[in-house]
């Protein structure tokens, strides 16, 4: 009997119940067979959804037209976009060949009414080629947009795995100011006191960095407990601000709030 069917054999019995390696091999299960081993490995949360869970009588037989979908989308978070999958008739596996890893290749910005060739952008390039790439991509160019003031825009990335193409289409719409913050009232808490943590004015041009930087002044100072910055968008583009803050403890004296 070959090496090969005695595994198999021994997986059916669950004699193994692991991933099991041979050569260049990868037996993951009864039902799944790769040709050559993935990086980073399926993990044991995945290995679920194809091998299925013995000791939970819903998740004991997985339908093979699942297993094929569950292994297309899991490879294509790690960057491989053009495998194979042959349903082998005697052992009833899916013999996976995973193919080449695809990489990134060329990122291009179009319709930025500013230069967004930062390190961030440059350093994806090489990249394996997933789908998290693609939301670093449009990530970065919103968070740099709004850096430079423009609130509200609209990215759209697409992603072209034939190629290692990334494209990120811009409509920036208008440059903003800040407008009024709005925020909850706190007991115990001046809206006042919050404000001083502010480094920008009404109407002074926006800048998501001072966002952020009234955000870790307003956390070190105690006065509440957490608080960060939301940006909402309208339907025409104007753009407002709500500093959503969260209290917690008891009110100490200045306006300041003790925790326990």
């Known amino acids: 009997m070959s090496r090969s069917r005695t ?16 050569a260049e091999e990868v037996i993951l299960c009864a039902k799944v067979r790769f040709t050559e081993q993935v990086t980073p490995s399926l993990t044991d949360e995945e290995l679920v959804f194809l091998c299925g869970d013995p000791n939970v009588p819903e998740w004991k037989d997985i339908p ?23 349903a082998d008739p005697k052992t009833q596996q899916w013999v996976v060949t995973p193919g080449k890893r695809t990489l990134v290749e060329d990122v291009k910005v179009t319709g930025s009414p500013i230069e967004l060739h930062t390190d961030q952008l440059r350093n994806i390039k090489g ?10 991509v449009e990530s970065e160019v919103r968070e740099r947009l709004r850096i ?11 992603g072209y795995p034939e190629t290692g193409a990334v494209r990120a289409d811009v409509d920036s719409g208008m440059s903003h100011v800040f407008p ?30 001072l966002l952020s ?25 104007s753009s407002s601000i709500q500093h959503n803050l969260v209290s917690g403890g008891a009110p100490c004296p200045f306006g300041f709030w003790c925790k326990f």
Request: charged fraction near 15%; glycine fraction near 4%.
């Open 7 to 22: 595994i198999f054999l021994l997986l059916t019995l669950g004699i193994f119940p692991t991933v099991f390696v041979c």
């Open 64 to 86: 093979s037209k699942q297993i094929s979908a569950h292994l297309q989308s899991f490879l294509q978070t790690r960057g491989y976009h053009a495998p194979t999958f042959v």
């Open 127 to 136: 990249q394996p080629f997933t789908p998290q790439i693609l939301e670093t």
């Open 148 to 158: 430079s003031g423009y609130a509200c825009p609209i990215v759209t990335v697409t």
């Open 180 to 209: 009024d913050i709005t925020r909850e009232e706190i007991p115990g808490v001046h809206s006042d006191v919050l404000k001083r943590y502010q480094p920008f004015n009404t109407g002074d041009p926006f800048n998501s960095n």
């Open 213 to 237: 930087l009234a955000r870790s002044r307003t956390s070190s100072s105690n006065t509440v407990f957490s608080n960060y910055f939301a940006i909402r968008c309208a339907k025409d583009r």
